[in-house]
């Protein structure tokens, strides 16, 4: 019996071995591939920016998203879901008060409320003129070149583009590991692309063709869920179309965001990241998903027999912790330059020791699929 768990351990190491050093290799494709050369023929753009009781940051992204250097024409469609704060008031003043005559505000009430995000991208891309539609959050800030950056990346057979998101805020060592957490996420779902298998992106950061989205038939087929405007969509461009899916490597193409404050909080928002994955189409996917499920399950669970069990336990699993770590710090490291971080070691050995716990309670919870966000209860 402990040779064949020996033996399974080995190989759900060897699986997510593998996964990493792909990753590694779609990175670096993904630095080759990246246009830091805009463009001469810049095509109009639409920033689809919904939004629900944002008072406290709503003013920042717009004035971010107002300073684009940009040279083409472009528009901001900013779209209330229903806000009952001071967000519809701040953003009004701050537009009247910029003189800007490219940003529109809409808004639905009581029953007519967008109730989810997707909905809301929706009404923004009927209304929208721009050939480019680039959508965001409202919490976020823009460096000026953004869309310029994210424009750039875009070829006639080029149907979506992944950007960078970043975490802000160090101020506590919670937020830290957030920041480099992330850091991790954006990374692999960078690989991924890198390695034509679009799997994961960021919805704060993400552009496409308004043309190739009625193509693929918008969000149908998962307009259901209360997420997923962002990675169903790429994956269904990607297939469907068989459109190419690029990640935008750029330090300017960056999207600034905060991390959660509380730890509530923070499984919250992976709780509601996490759901989707259980509606993925592709089995190989699933597959994969569940294999290195199953990984992370592992780790611990050769810790707790090498104490009970068979010392030979606390052997594999120094090994495989020991590799994992090793590799991870590589990812990681490709980085430092996209987001401008320094890998603190103390804050990244103690995420390595709690990783596999998050990953199992995050999965767990997603599993459950309700979750609350912006006061609302919604269910996956």
């Known amino acids: 019996m402990i040779e064949f768990l020996i033996i399974s351990f080995s190989a759900l190491s ?15 494709n ?25 008072e406290l940051n709503i003013k920042n992204s717009f004035d971010s998203l107002i300073k684009q250097s940009y040279p083409g024409k472009y528009e901001i469609i900013f779209i209330d879901d229903n806000s009952d704060d001071n967000s519809v008031k701040i953003l009004s003043e701050s537009v009247k008060n910029s003189g800007a005559d490219n940003v529109k505000i809409h808004r639905a009430e009581g029953e007519k409320a967008f109730q989810k995000k997707k909905a809301a991208v929706e009404f923004g891309l009927k209304n929208a003129v721009g050939e480019i539609i680039i959508t965001t959050d409202a919490d976020c800030t823009h460096t000026e070149n953004w869309i310029l950056k994210m424009v750039s990346q875009f070829d006639s057979n080029t149907g979506f583009v992944s950007g960078p998101v970043k975490f802000e805020d160090e101020s506590s060592f919670f937020r830290k590991m957030q920041i480099l957490e992330f850091v991790g996420l954006i990374l692999t779902g960078a690989g991924l692309i890198g390695l034509k298998y679009p799997t994961i992106c960021n919805g704060a950061n993400i552009a496409y063709r308004k043309k ?18 962002d990675e ?36 919250n928002q992976r709780k509601r990241w996490a759901s989707k994955s259980f509606f993925y189409q592709d089995k190989k996917l699933i597959t994969l998903l569940l294999s290195l499920f199953i990984y992370f399950v592992s780790l611990p669970l050769q810790f707790i027999l090498g104490i009970f069990v068979d010392i030979l336990f606390l052997y594999s699993f120094s090994l495989f912790a020991g590799l994992k770590i090793v590799l991870e710090f590589f990812v990681l490291s490709m980085g430092n330059n996209l987001f401008k971080n320094k890998i603190d070691p103390v804050v990244f050995i103690i995420s390595e020791l709690v990783h596999p716990s998050y990953i199992m309670i995050s999965s767990v919870l997603g599993l459950i699929g309700n979750f609350e966000w912006k006061g609302r209860q919604l269910k996956r």
């Open 232 to 267: 169903f969509l790429m994956q269904k461009i990607s297939k469907t179309k068989n459109y190419d899916v690029k990640f935008c490597f750029d330090e300017e193409a960056v999207v600034h965001t905060e991390s959660q404050s509380s730890l509530s909080k923070f499984f």
């Open 30 to 54: 993904t630095r080759k591939l990246t246009k830091t050369s805009p463009k001469n023929n810049f095509e109009t753009v639409t920033v689809i920016v919904p939004f629900r009781n944002e």
């Open 212 to 229: 190739t989205f009625f193509e693929v038939d918008g969000f149908s087929g998962n307009d259901n869920l209360s997420s997923g405007d």
């Open 14 to 28: 060897v699986i997510y071995t593998a996964f990493l050093l792909l990753v590694l290799i779609g990175i670096k």
